[in-house]
């Protein structure tokens, strides 16, 4: 049995994509929130700081965000609420709690939506999709990926692109549908290069290193694995990606029946994901071992491993590693001969697998992708002919206003025509109405080409007495030429 490495999914924010980015450090995000003047800044920028210490102290994390959600109620402050629910989700998730993370994250959708921030919604929809995806709920998952990433194409929230492009990959990584996947894992990472984001360029590395490894590409998995684990320890922000390179190393390895370099790597990430606190990671890092040592047929060990990671996938409620380890004690049971237990873990393994992977789900993630581009084609179009329309009302206002200008035109010529020899008043006349032309004709042609309606309308005012005061000047000039 081929051994299963995991994917990099993205749990990132907004602001902490830009913390990333600003390449903050955690006393410069502590001085920012310290030193906020108002109370929105100070709650926004006390969650920022929360969400920053999740790697370094869970506990740290989970006080602060519920202090922000906290002070944010009595502010009656909803992004900041909607904040807070986001990190306390984040929290749940880490902790694979499934359960209490969506109830988090659906109250934080809920406020975002009411506070009117489409960013925090967006990312919020993300994280959702990685809920749905820790339960192995993979349509579910998809459809909140895909309501994330139509927001943040409308933002152009690129670094949100990027996130969940790669999130969207894993979806169909799991279904085996390797050439898809691996296009929006590619897609993914030019975005993050284009944006030099080394963290997301490391975390796609891994996904198309996993690629290559579910294709039986040894050597191209570890070249990839290995640049991806290089930058995460490089940047050391990340314990959950370098964790999760040395897991994927070591089932590599043990494919290959090195088995000592594996348990090397199998040890390391189990070390990190217990430091972490992650279930999910220990639940992983344990069927793996186990399958390893089924390899090197020592049963008693692989057995303990299998029920172990058993044990810990139905506390936390993760459908993919029950069903792996359904699998692994299938085989194990196989091996020494226990044809009837090997039997009763198979059936189990298919039931669960099933309840994931069947022909009616696939017909769902489909349906939702095809939904989805049709959206975006529909709305491309309206947008296309609200184009057109402005285009046609322009083309309109200008035949008008050649109409009109035609005829003041005209009338202006057979005034001057008649009044070559006419006493000076009636001159001053014909200059007042050739002055008022000009002031015409230029209110009209910027009001065409500029869209004065989308100035407001103390700048519109302003302009045309500008304008106003320029001709007028013009007529007095010329007005003491007349004798």
């Known amino acids: 049995m081929k051994l299963r490495p995991y994917t990099l999914l993205f749990v990132l924010f907004g602001f902490l994509a830009q913390i990333s980015v600003l390449g903050n450090t955690l006393d410069s995000l502590r001085t920012v929130w310290v030193n906020s003047t108002d109370d929105t800044s100070r709650v926004l920028n006390k969650a920022a700081y929360a969400y920053a210490l999740k790697y370094d102290s869970l506990d740290r994390f989970l006080s602060l965000s519920e202090e922000v959600v906290e002070t944010s109620k009595q502010l009656d402050f909803k992004k900041g609420t909607a904040t807070g629910y986001r990190n306390l989700a984040t929290y749940e998730y880490l902790q694979s709690d499934y359960n209490a993370a969506e109830k988090y994250i659906q109250e934080a959708i809920t406020l975002f939506k009411a506070a009117g921030s489409r960013k925090g919604t967006s990312y919020a929809y993300n994280l959702l999709g990685l809920i749905h995806d820790g339960r192995g709920d993979y349509p579910d998952a998809l459809q909140a990926y895909m309501e994330s990433l139509k927001i943040k194409e409308e933002l152009n929230d690129q670094t949100g692109i990027a996130?969940?492009?790669?999130?969207?990959?894993?979806?169909?990584?799991?279904?085996?549908?390797?050439?898809?996947?691996?296009?929006?894992?590619?897609?993914?990472?030019?975005?993050?290069?284009?944006?030099?984001?080394?963290?997301?360029?490391?975390?796609?590395?891994?996904?198309?290193?996993?690629?290559?490894?579910?294709?039986?590409?040894?050597?191209?998995?570890?070249?990839?694995?290995?640049?991806?684990?290089?930058?995460?320890?490089?940047?050391?922000?990340?314990?959950?990606?370098?964790?999760?390179?040395?897991?994927?190393?070591?089932?590599?390895?043990?494919?290959?029946?090195?088995?000592?370099?594996?348990?090397?790597?199998?040890?390391?990430?189990?070390?990190?994901?217990?430091?972490?606190?992650?279930?999910?990671?220990?639940?992983?890092?344990?069927?793996?071992?186990?399958?390893?040592?089924?390899?090197?047929?020592?049963?008693?060990?692989?057995?303990?491993?299998?029920?172990?990671?058993?044990?810990?996938?139905?506390?936390?409620?993760?459908?993919?590693?029950?069903?792996?380890?359904?699998?692994?004690?299938?085989?194990?049971?196989?091996?020494?001969?226990?044809?009837?237990?090997?039997?009763?873990?198979?059936?189990?393994?298919?039931?669960?697998?099933?309840?994931?992977?069947?022909?009616?789900?696939?017909?769902?993630?489909?349906?939702?992708?095809?939904?989805?581009?049709?959206?975006?084609?529909?709305?491309?179009?309206?947008?296309?002919?609200?184009?057109?329309?402005?285009?046609?009302?322009?083309?309109?206002?200008?035949?008008?206003?050649?109409?009109?200008?035609?005829?003041?035109?005209?009338?202006?010529?057979?005034?001057?025509?008649?009044?070559?020899?006419?006493?000076?008043?009636?001159?001053r006349l014909t200059l007042f109405m050739w002055c008022l032309l000009v002031f015409y004709l230029a209110i009209t042609s910027i009001a065409t080409f500029y869209n004065l309606e989308a100035i407001s309308a103390s700048k519109s005012v302003a302009l045309f007495l500008i304008i106003g005061f320029l001709v007028a000047s013009l007529f007095t000039l010329l007005n003491r030429s007349i004798r």
Not at 223 to 242: D, M, V
Request: hydrophobic share 35%.
């Open 163 to 427: 996130n969940t492009l790669n999130n969207i990959g894993v979806i169909y990584d799991y279904q085996d549908q390797y050439d898809k996947a691996l296009s929006y894992y590619e897609r993914s990472m030019h975005i993050y290069e284009a944006l030099n984001n080394r963290s997301g360029v490391s975390n796609s590395l891994n996904n198309i290193g996993l690629i290559y490894d579910k294709q039986n590409k040894p050597d191209k998995a570890i070249e990839y694995y290995l640049r991806s684990l290089h930058i995460e320890e490089e940047l050391n922000t990340n314990k959950f990606g370098i964790a999760l390179g040395n897991n994927n190393l070591g089932s590599l390895y043990a494919d290959m029946n090195n088995n000592d370099v594996a348990h090397y790597y199998f040890d390391k990430a189990l070390e990190l994901y217990q430091q972490l606190e992650s279930q999910k990671g220990i639940t992983m890092v344990l069927n793996n071992k186990a399958n390893s040592y089924r390899a090197e047929k020592q049963y008693d060990l692989a057995y303990e491993y299998a029920e172990n990671s058993l044990n810990l996938a139905k506390e936390i409620g993760s459908k993919d590693d029950i069903k792996q380890a359904y699998l692994a004690l299938s085989l194990i049971a196989k091996e020494q001969k226990d044809f009837d237990k090997a039997f009763e873990y198979q059936e189990q393994y298919i039931a669960v697998k099933d309840s994931m992977f069947n022909v009616e789900k696939s017909k769902e993630i489909a349906l939702i992708e095809t939904h989805y581009e049709l959206e975006k084609q529909q709305a491309e179009k309206a947008r296309i002919e609200q184009k057109l329309k402005e285009e046609e009302a322009k083309v309109s206002r200008l035949i008008y206003i050649s109409i009109i200008t035609g005829i003041l035109l005209i009338v202006v010529v057979l005034l001057l025509t008649n009044t070559m020899k006419a006493s000076p008043p009636l001159k």
